[in-house]
């Protein structure tokens, strides 16, 4: 029973948040907003955006595994790439999963190893927001709220030093109280076998895949009245990722719409009557409909690696047996 309370918390939290948001904003505006919008351009927007996001996100990860487990072909990565967005649209982890056990079958490689591979690409990408942030409070403050910026300086300063620290823990040896037992776990193995050349590629790779986020932000907004300069996007973006990964909700649910209202609102068309159900109609058609294209695109991927992600019952037992 606790177990299912645990696994039931983030979408009653999800679900709370956002029936809170629909019950404080008028449906009517929202309607209206929803019909005014340029929803052809959005759908084209963002079918463009799907595919190119799609291919950098596979070039990423092949990259990756290239530097960290065994070279797999592109074709290969592109289909598992594929399948792990079908996936992701259910669980987060189940996407992350089939990457681990689809890179495990390929390279022979121990599963466990596999999946620190992408644990570390998630520390990556903690890095690569940052880099974000830090280049949109440099070059775009004067966009941003004075207050909401002054904060900001002082998120990158815990960020940056956060992420210092972690290098001189895996890479120069230092201790931090008990902490040096964590080299020994297989979980943290790419953590340990990364060289500061691999951090250094992989996060460059990764704020140039992220930085499609925000071209695609500034691209589609503008179909829903909202106008917003790059410099700000480099600082909204990256905090809207941020929230999404927090795991309060699902997949920040709720709380992203929360968010975005505060921080969109204020760069609605001033022609408009309520800003924020104008925000709120935008991730409202938006989200959904990036997901539906990633949907397609697993779908499309989904029978050429089926047999990989699959495994049979001797397969789990030599997994197993790796893992001794």
Known sequence: MPNTIKRLLPWLLSLAIVGYLFASVDLG???????????????????????????????TLHVLLARLLDRLGFRDVLAVKGVSYFLNA??????AGAVAWFA????????????????????????????????????????????LADRLVWV????????????????????????????????????????????????ALRTLFIGLYVLMTFATLPTFGIRIGLGALLVYVPLLTFVQIVPASVSGLGAIQVVMIALYAPHVAPSVADPAAQVLAYSTIAGPLMTLVRLVIGYLFMANVTRDLVPDEATLAAARGSER
């Not at 190893?113 to 949109?136: E, K, Q, R």
Request: proline share 2%; glycine share 6%.
């Open 29 to 59: 505006a929202v309607r209206e907003a929803m019909a005014g919008a340029d929803l052809a351009a959005l759908t084209a927007w963002l079918a463009f955006f799907a595919v190119v996001v799609f291919l950098a996100d596979s070039l």
């Open 104 to 147: 495990h079958r390929k390279t022979r490689r121990p599963f466990l190893s596999a999946l620190s591979t992408l644990l570390w690409l998630n520390f990556i990408d903690i890095v690569a927001l940052l880099v974000l942030l830090g280049f949109g409070i440099t070059f775009g403050r004067e966009h941003v709220p004075a207050d």
């Open 156 to 203: 990158l300063l815990a960020g940056w030093f956060i992420t210092f620290g972690a290098l001189a823990y895996w890479r120069l040896g230092l201790d931090f109280l008990v902490l040096g037992r964590l080299r020994t776990w297989r979980i943290f193995h790419a953590f340990r076998e990364a060289h500061l050349a691999d951090y250094a590629v992989m996060v």
């Open 90 to 95: 259910l669980n987060y982890s189940a996407g």
